[in-house]
């Protein structure tokens, strides 16, 4: 039998569905992909949503001006550990350097706080500066974007009931266009197309979405070519 910290860790709708969800690379550093998609974002960055605080302490071993926030005490007593500065606090209350950030990040599936995508955009863009961008993982193409309610499970043990949604890469422009932003650039990560992980690039007026693959994407995505997605929300 296993123990209560052997137990996986999952994330589970009231239908009984079972979302995407990776506690190991929650508290893990951050791995060659995410270094390389960091590697030449703008800062200063807020990391939304920071956990124990790995990109953080990522970003400031480079060189780039970082912070996190995060609601949970245990996540951000972990980030001070490992010596990132991180707040304990919810994206909704008032945090420092509103309408300065350089780039805020929605990783791990982060764009589901809150349960409504559009919601979560409009307070991140508010946060910008005026070149400003959000860093947003998305669900893969050809997903369906939900709107739905979760717990967290271990075992028998789980927490209550919390909205949550999923953002799709087909409906990334047009949920972006509805929080007063554009997708700007769209990569995933190389391998398999199983196991890729999707980012979007959400900034102000004048870009679209392109695929590509992340590491000769980098660099170019200012300049991206766009192809309007015409796939509408549905909620679950």
Same mark, same amino acid.
């Given at each position: 039998?296993?123990?209560?910290?052997?137990e996986?860790?999952?994330?589970?709708?009231?239908?009984?569905?079972?979302l995407?969800?990776?506690?190991?690379r929650?508290s893990?550093?951050?791995?060659e992909?995410?270094r390389?998609? %960091?590697a030449?974002?703008e &800062?200063? #960055? $807020?990391?939304?949503?920071?956990g +124990? @605080?790995?990109l953080?302490? /990522?970003l400031?071993?480079?060189?780039?001006?970082?912070?996190g926030?995060?609601?949970?005490?245990?996540?951000?007593?972990?980030?001070?550990e490992?010596g990132?500065?991180?707040?304990?606090?919810?994206?909704?209350?008032?945090?420092?350097?509103?309408?300065?950030?350089?780039?805020?990040?929605?990783?791990?599936?982060?764009?589901?706080?809150?349960?409504d995508?559009?919601v979560?955009?409009r307070?991140?863009a508010? %946060?910008?500066?005026?070149? &400003?961008? #959000? $860093?947003v993982?998305?669900?893969a +193409? @050809?997903?369906?974007s939900? /709107?739905v309610e979760?717990?967290?499970?271990?075992?028998?043990?789980?927490t209550?009931?919390f909205?949550?949604?999923t953002?799709?890469?087909?409906?990334?422009?047009?949920?972006?266009?509805?929080?007063?932003?554009?997708?700007?650039?769209v990569?995933?990560?190389a391998?398999?197309?199983?196991?890729?992980?999707?980012?979007g690039?959400f900034?102000?007026?004048?870009?679209?979405?392109q695929?590509?693959?992340l590491?000769?994407?980098?660099?170019a995505?200012?300049? $991206?070519?766009?192809?309007?997605?015409r796939?509408?929300?549905?909620?679950?």
């Open positions: 039998m296993r123990s209560p910290a052997e996986e860790i999952q994330l589970r709708t009231r239908d009984g569905q079972l995407p969800f990776e506690p190991s929650w893990a550093r951050a791995n992909d995410e390389a998609l %960091l030449d974002i &800062g200063p #960055v $807020l990391d939304v949503g920071c +124990p @605080g790995r953080v302490a /990522h400031l071993m480079n060189g780039i001006t970082a912070m926030v995060d609601p949970a005490p245990g996540a951000v007593a972990l980030a001070r490992r990132a500065p991180v707040l304990q606090r919810a994206v909704w209350e008032r945090l420092p350097g509103e309408g300065r950030w350089g780039t805020v990040l929605l990783f791990d599936g982060n764009v589901g706080i809150g349960g995508p559009v979560l955009l307070r991140c508010a %946060l910008l500066g005026a070149r &400003g961008r #959000v $860093l993982e998305l669900d +193409p @050809g997903t369906v939900r /709107h979760v717990r967290i499970e271990r075992g028998e043990a789980y209550p009931w909205p949550w949604a953002l799709s890469v087909g409906d990334a422009a047009a949920v972006a266009a509805r929080a007063g932003l554009e997708v700007t650039g990569c995933h990560t391998g398999p197309e199983r196991s890729r992980r999707w980012f690039l900034g102000g007026p004048g870009g679209c979405m695929r590509c693959d590491r000769p994407a980098l660099t995505w200012p300049a $991206l070519a766009v192809e309007r997605a796939s509408p929300v549905v909620a679950g």
